[in-house]
């Protein structure tokens, strides 16, 4: 049986990119401004600092970067967190 081909439409294509990029949000928490976004963890176990214990690969998390960090955004790229979804929102 042949495969059909369809056609997305343009607003499924922006809610698609939405989804595959993360849809990356703004938060402030204690007064600190974050560029946050869902995420897959992929082949990595990462550690959350809000729990500490491990996300595990291919677990949904959110990663956070930190916006405005003093040492410029190269250093806020690299010093980026994987954060479990519920440690996230009791961040404060």
């Not at 439409?9 to 007064?31: H, P, Y």
């Not at 990595?44 to 949904?60: F, L």
């Amino acid at each position: 049986m042949s495969r059909k081909n369809r056609r997305v439409s343009e607003k499924n294509r922006e809610i698609n990119e939405a989804v595959i990029f993360g849809g990356a949000r703004t938060e402030v928490k204690r007064n600190v401004q974050y560029q946050v976004r869902r995420t897959l963890s992929g082949r990595s176990v990462y550690k959350c600092p809000g729990c500490n214990n491990s996300i595990p690969a291919g677990a949904t998390s959110v990663t956070v970067i930190e916006l405005n960090h003093f040492l410029g955004q190269n250093v806020a790229l690299d010093d980026r967190r994987h954060w479990h979804n519920a440690c996230w929102k009791r961040f404060r």
